[in-house]
C-alpha cells in the first residue's frame, strides 16, 4: 500500500468540462489525515486468494448472469442473453461473473495479475472487511489519483497524448464498433501496466472503474463535514444504493463518456456488476 500524507488538498473542477449532474465541482480545500492506499486495483489474483479462504460467493454468481459490453459477445451469445433498457451497449449475459469475465466461454487464466471486474459494491465491502481494510472516500481517491500534483485531467498532465504517448487504457476508434488498439488493449490491461502516479498508483486512471465508499454525486462540501468514518460507519451496509464510482474504464471515449479524468464523477448501483467495473482498498 501507498502513503497518503495528512494535508490540505483540492479537489474538484472549475472546468465544464463533464457532465452537470456529476457535481464535479466548484473545487474546495479538504483537510485529509493520512492514509494508504492500494498500490493497484485489487487483482484477479488477490480476489481469489479472499475467495478460496473465505468461500464467498458473488452477487453475480448468485444470480447467474451479469452486464457485459457488447463488443466482446458472439452473435449468439446475444441472442442468449437480455440487452438492458436504455443501454443498448449492454447485455445481461448469463453466466458472466469475476471468473468469466465476459461470459461462460471466457477465463481468468491467463488474466490474474488484471484488476477483478464483475465485482459489486457489495463483494468489495466483503473483500476489503476480509482483508481489515475499506474502500475510500471520493476526496481520498481524487487526492490520491492526483499523485501529488494540481492536475485535474490526469496524473501525468493536462495533455491525454503527452510525450505522444497513451499513459492509460481507454476505447480507441469509432465507438461503441470499433476499437482500434492503439493503446494495446481491447479489454482489461495488466494491473501494473501504465508508469505509476506520483504517489505510486497505477492506473487511477482507465482501465476499470474503481468503486468507492460514499453516496454519487453528494456535494464536494460533505466531504468538508463528514470524516472517513462517518462515511464508513454509515455506508459499508450490503444494499442497492447509487454508490460512486471514479477513474473511467477502457470503455471511456472522448465522444460518449468524458469521465475518464481525476475530478470526473460516476456512479453505480450497490448490487451492479459489469466488465469494466472494480476496485481498491485503503487503510
Not at 24 to 52: C, M, Q, S, Y
Not at 240 to 259: M, P, W
Not at 274 to 280: D, E, K, P, Y
Request: net charge negative; charged share 25%.
Amino acid at each position: 500500500m501507498i502513503s497518503i500524507p495528512k494535508g490540505s488538498y483540492q479537489i474538484g473542477t472549475d472546468e465544464e468540462i463533464g457532465f452537470v449532474n456529476d457535481n464535479e465541482g466548484p473545487k474546495i480545500t479538504v483537510h485529509l489525515p493520512a492514509f494508504l492506499i492500494d498500490e493497484t486495483t485489487v487483482t484477479n489474483r488477490a480476489f481469489k486468494e479472499f475467495v478460496d479462504d473465505t468461500g464467498y460467493v458473488t452477487e453475480s454468481e448468485k444470480f447467474g448472469w451479469s452486464f457485459v459490453f457488447h463488443y466482446f459477445l458472439s452473435e449468439e451469445t446475444k441472442r442468449n442473453s437480455q440487452t438492458v433498457p436504455g443501454l443498448k451497449w449492454w447485455y445481461a449475459v448469463p453466466g458472466a461473473d469475476w471468473l468469466h469475465p465476459e461470459g461462460p466461454d471466457a477465463t481468468i487464466k491467463e488474466r490474474m495479475d488484471h484488476p477483478v471486474v464483475q465485482v459489486s459494491r457489495n463483494d468489495a465491502i466483503a473483500y476489503c472487511q476480509w482483508a481489515n481494510k475499506r474502500l475510500p472516500t471520493e476526496a481520498e481517491w481524487e487526492v490520491a489519483a492526483k499523485g501529488g500534483t494540481s492536475f485535474e485531467k490526469y496524473p501525468w498532465g493536462e495533455n491525454f497524448l503527452e510525450n505522444d504517448r497513451y499513459h492509460c487504457n481507454i476505447w480507441q476508434g469509432n465507438f461503441p464498433v470499433e476499437n482500434s488498439l492503439e493503446d494495446g488493449f481491447a479489454s482489461t490491461a495488466p494491473a501494473k501496466y501504465y508508469e505509476p502516479n506520483g504517489y505510486g498508483l497505477y492506473q487511477p486512471i482507465g482501465n476499470v472503474w474503481e468503486w468507492c465508499l460514499n453516496p454519487a454525486r453528494i456535494n464536494l462540501d460533505e466531504f468538508t463535514k463528514n470524516d472517513r468514518d462517518f462515511f464508513w460507519q454509515n455506508y459499508q451496509q450490503v444494499d442497492d444504493e447509487v454508490y460512486a464510482t471514479r477513474g473511467g474504464s477502457f470503455l471511456c471515449h472522448q465522444s460518449y463518456c468524458k469521465r475518464y479524468r481525476i475530478a470526473a464523477r460516476n456512479g453505480n448501483t450497490g448490487m451492479s456488476a459489469a466488465n469494466n467495473l472494480g476496485f481498491r482498498c485503503v487503510r
